[in-house]
Nanobody, 116 residues
Framework: QVQLVESGGGSVPPGGSLRLSCAAS????????MSWYRQAPGKLRELVGS????????NHADSVKGRFTISRDNAKNTVYLQMNALKPEDTAMYYC?????????WGQGTQVTVSS
C-alpha cells in the first residue's frame, strides 16, 4: 500500500526557512518521480516542484524558483523541499505526491505559515 507522510511544516517569519520531508513506502521509491504541491485557502492546488526518478532532474514553479529546492534520497525513500526566503504568499498546506501505475497518491499534508 502506497503511503506518503509529510513532516517539517510550521510557522516562520518572512525571510525564514523550512525543510519539508516526505517519507514514502509501499512502492519502489527510486523508480518513480515525486512532486510537492501546495494549496492555500480558497485557491486551487498548485505544483511547487517535481523530481524525476533515476536522474533526479528537477522542475520548480516560477513563483518559487531560486528560493525552493526539491531533492530526494533514494536510500531513505524520502523527498525533501528546502524552502528559503519564505514569503507570506507561501502560506499553504503542502502535499507530497507520486503517480504509481496511473494512480495519484497524496500525503495528508503539512501546514506552512509565513507571518510576522
Amino acid at each position: 500500500q502506497v503511503q506518503l507522510v509529510e513532516s517539517g511544516g510550521g510557522s516562520v517569519p518572512p525571510g525564514g526557512s523550512l525543510r519539508l520531508s516526505c517519507a514514502a513506502s509501499g512502492f519502489v521509491f527510486r523508480a518513480y518521480g515525486m512532486s510537492w504541491y501546495r494549496q492555500a485557502p480558497g485557491k486551487l492546488r498548485e505544483l511547487v516542484g517535481s523530481i524525476t526518478a533515476y536522474d533526479g532532474s528537477t522542475n520548480h514553479a516560477d513563483s518559487v524558483k531560486g528560493r525552493f529546492t526539491i531533492s530526494r534520497d533514494n536510500a531513505k525513500n524520502t523527498v525533501y523541499l528546502q524552502m528559503n526566503a519564505l514569503k507570506p504568499e507561501d502560506t499553504a498546506m503542502y502535499y507530497c505526491n507520486t503517480r504509481v501505475l496511473g494512480y495519484d497518491y497524496w500525503g495528508q499534508g503539512t501546514q506552512v505559515t509565513v507571518s510576522s
